[in-house]
């Protein structure tokens, strides 16, 4: 079965009756109107406003396939089953239905509609906490459908209780979290007589691989600490794609799956080697380019830092992967796997960095760990590199003195970037919603004055002020900049409504709405106007009248690189 069969079947299981639910269309993966992290990492992420009680357009029963990326697991690529990138098959209850109905369609759709063995699958419930009672609704579901005790394990806190944050006393004021049920597929000692009678479901031997959890997301983090009800209780369940075709077609490895078969064997053609031979290099290549490839397609390029940062780092791990298969790989070589020109370009900047790397190598007559991190921090070079050109010199490397380098490193980052915002908003503060309504004045009323070849590069928006980059030629003129100005005071002094609709990216742009950004939202997004001097597709936070905003003065402008200025403003 492929990965497309097992998805289309989730999702007209959910769909059909008795479950009727509607599918939404997928969140992007970078998501502008979310501050608080780098790339979309679950399906439930964007949609946190309705867990906590605002109306969804689809209703309260929802159902979709989201594409997801989790820089936590990426020291993990390279084992049978974790990946950076993959997609997340979800299906959510809005203060609907609750654990009585979740457990046994879920089993069902294990078990009738993919046709996996129940005699197979373990699952785990929450023990209970201080502020949380332990789960017996849903040890008692489980059994009723069949799962003998023996097969059902009680964690605590930090396995079996969900939230973006972690365990409850790690969440911050105001976050959602709920305990969870998790199911497994029991693989058996055939795969590797290593494992034991001990065995249980988060040993992490191998032998359990986990396909599903279903959060009962019902609890919210209070100033004191405490937990407390919300108003409607939630279901979240999120299942990786990748691991259940895995498990439906009978094998633990993920990367023999439809997805991961033409990448392999374009690299076993590529380098002469064998996936069975050099597993870990053919997965971490084939997870990293298929992640790389995925983010840049959101319109990110390389850079050191935010979603540059992450987007140069999968391709220069993938890249040190290809040189233990084939040392005199080129960028071309990537360009036979995926034609991505983005990362086949950082590929060939790279490979200048690792070759003055290796001629650094040759002048050290030894390793120890602050030299491990020099190679890290100016060349680019992974410590398991680094570890495997010590170990063929039969030296070893201080792991320890290595962390330590590393955390120094990245508490001199933290510190120099304390106070920027992550992402193109700060927040969702009063300040930051009048600023960001005035960009969208901004941008209007520059192609107003300037012409329809002004359109959108970037923006950063913080409580204090916009910044916003453009496409034109040179710096506006001081009569220019007044003209900008006063256009978008006018529209204040008027003011104007600012409205949106939901519609799907194709009639928004039929309908005249700017979408220089489009690519970020997905198949369906907002569009917002403001009377008919501004229409423009967008996620973030919007006044509802332009006199909320105040008077807005242009501050500065500056010429950032060809055929772009920066503006600077804020509210008086």
């Known amino acids: ?37 780098l790339f979309t990492s679950a399906g439930m992420q964007p949609l946190i406003p309705y867990l906590k009680g605002q109306r969804h357009t689809k209703g309260k029963r929802l159902v979709d396939c989201q594409r997801s ?22 299906n959510w209850s809005l203060g609907d239905y ?41 040890l008692e579901l489980w059994k009723k459908l069949g799962i003998p005790e023996s097969r059902i394990f009680f964690y605590g806190v930090e396995k079996n209780w969900w939230s973006r944050s972690g365990a409850p006393d790690k969440m911050p004021v105001g976050e959602i979290g709920g305990p969870d049920s ?12 290593k494992f034991g009678k001990e065995c249980h479901p988060n040993c992490d031997c191998g032998r359990f691989l986990e396909i ?3 959060v009962f997301i019902q609890y919210q983090k209070n100033k004191d600490g405490s937990l407390s009800e919300l108003p409607q209780k939630n279901v979240d369940f999120g299942g990786g794609l990748e691991r259940i075709t895995a498990v439906v077609n009978g094998d633990p490895d993920i990367f023999k799956i439809d997805i991961f078969t033409e990448t392999i064997q374009k690299l076993e053609k590529i380098t002469g080697k064998t996936y069975k031979e050099n597993k870990k290099s053919f997965r971490v290549i084939a997870d990293h380019l298929r992640a790389a490839e995925s983010i840049a397609s959101e319109g990110v390029y390389p850079a050191n830092k935010l979603q540059g940062y992450i987007l140069r780092r999968l391709i220069r791990r993938a890249a040190v992967q290809m040189r233990t298969l084939k040392p005199n790989f080129t960028e071309f070589d990537f360009e036979k796997i995926n034609n991505n020109k983005v990362i086949s370009e950082e590929i060939g900047k790279f490979k200048q960095s690792l070759n003055k790397g290796f001629k650094e190598i040759e002048k050290l007559d030894f390793f120890d760990g602050k030299k491990a991190f020099d190679l890290y921090q100016n060349y680019g070079f992974p410590l398991e590199l680094t570890e495997e050109i010590a170990r063929d010199r039969g030296q070893s490397i ?40 005035a960009t969208h004045l901004l941008h209007a009323s520059l192609r107003k004055v300037l012409g329809e070849h002004v359109s959108q590069k970037g923006s950063n928006i913080t409580a204090e002020r916009l910044r916003f980059d453009f496409s034109h030629p040179q710096k506006l003129t001081e009569e220019e ?7 978008i005071n006018e529209q204040i002094k008027k003011d104007l409504p600012v409205t949106y609709e939901v519609m799907s990216v194709d009639e928004a742009i039929s309908r005249g709405a700017l979408h220089f950004f489009a690519e970020k939202y997905g198949k369906e997004a907002k569009v917002y106007s403001i009377s008919s001097f501004s229409k423009e597709i967008c996620g973030g936070p919007h006044v509802t009248h332009l006199g909320e905003v105040g008077r807005v003065r242009i501050i500065k402008q500056e010429k950032v690189g060809a055929g772009m200025i920066r503006i600077y403003a804020g509210i008086i």
């Open 1 to 37: 079965m492929t990965s497309n069969d097992v998805q289309e079947k989730y999702l007209n299981f959910f769909i059909s009756s008795p479950r009727n639910h509607r599918e939404i269309v997928p969140a992007p993966l970078v998501l502008e109107s979310d501050p608080t992290t």
């Open 69 to 90: 990326l989790r820089t936590v697991d990426i020291d993990e690529v390279g084992d049978n089953r974790h990946l950076t990138y993959l997609k997340m098959l979800g």
């Open 98 to 138: 609750f654990k009585e109905e979740q457990i046994p369609w879920i089993f069902e759709f294990f078990t009738k509609e993919l046709g996996i063995p129940k005699e197979k699958l373990w699952v785990s419930v929450f023990e209970g906490s201080k502020d949380v009672p332990k789960d017996v609704e849903s």
């Open 182 to 193: 998790e199911m497994f597929f029991d693989f058996g000692t055939r795969h590797n007589p």
């Open 212 to 214: 599903g959890n279903s």
């Open 398 to 437: 201080n792991k320890d003195e290595f962390e330590k380098e590393f955390e120094k490193h990245q508490e001199l980052s933290r510190s120099a970037s304390a106070g920027m915002f992550k992402g193109g908003l700060a927040d969702n503060s009063i300040e930051v919603t009048k600023l960001h309504t």
């Open 481 to 487: 900049i007044k003209k900008v100005e006063d256009l």
